[in-house]
């Protein structure tokens, strides 16, 4: 039977955080809904409240592109192993870019990941769970790599060129805030690791 919180409870938090995966899911006013898959070290559970995840430089940038249309924004994670359960965050969301304010205290949560596009940063206004019986098992093996070596191969340099020619718009066509209003290259200091 399904439940509904108005915030996570400690439960809650320890459930995601047992988690290797989870999905997330935007639309526009129109056009293609969004679902993707998620992965590595890129969730943080601030608080009861707020969620803030990671998202690495990817073929396309959909969930930014949503966002700046409409800012709403579901988290979903379910149990692969032990217990069956199906757990989905709904809430506000609202894109943090390298050249904004709060990037560096954000981007502190993370380890260091190269790629690093922006944060998104989930207010949380219902939690429900319900249960995973139809999901089945599936046993995690580890990360992979490809990512990381990708990114590392292509360099700062040839990462903002990136960002410009395919992150830029959404398959929808829609600005996804990636290149800054000015038209300047997308800033990403940081991206490389801590002072």
């Known amino acids: ?47 009861s409240g707020r969620i803030a995840w990671l998202n690495l430089t990817g073929s396309g940038n959909e969930t930014a592109a949503h966002l700046l249309d409409v800012n709403r924004m579901t988290l979903m994670f379910c149990s692969f192993e032990r217990q069956p359960l199906i757990m989905r965050v709904y809430g506000r969301a609202r894109t943090v870019h390298p050249r904004d304010d709060d990037w560096p205290q954000l981007l ?23 249960c995973g019986y139809g999901v089945p098992y599936y046993e995690f093996r580890g990360e992979r790599q490809t990512m990381v070596k990708w990114t590392e191969k292509r360099g700062v340099d040839g990462i903002q060129s990136y960002w410009r020619e395919r992150n830029a718009r959404s398959i929808n066509g829609r600005d996804t805030g990636i290149v800054r209003p000015s038209g300047q290259p997308p800033q990403i200091d940081g991206l490389e690791g801590r002072d």
């Open 108 to 130: 502190a949560l993370f380890p260091p990941i190269p790629g690093a596009r922006q944060v998104f940063v989930l207010d949380v206004e219902l939690v429900l769970t319900s």
């Open 1 to 47: 039977m399904a439940e509904q919180f108005a915030s996570l409870s400690a439960t809650h938090v320890a459930f995601i955080q047992a988690q290797q995966l989870f999905f997330v899911g935007t639309a526009g006013t129109d056009g293609y809904v969004n679902v993707s898959p998620k992965g590595m070290d890129t969730l943080r559970v601030v608080d």
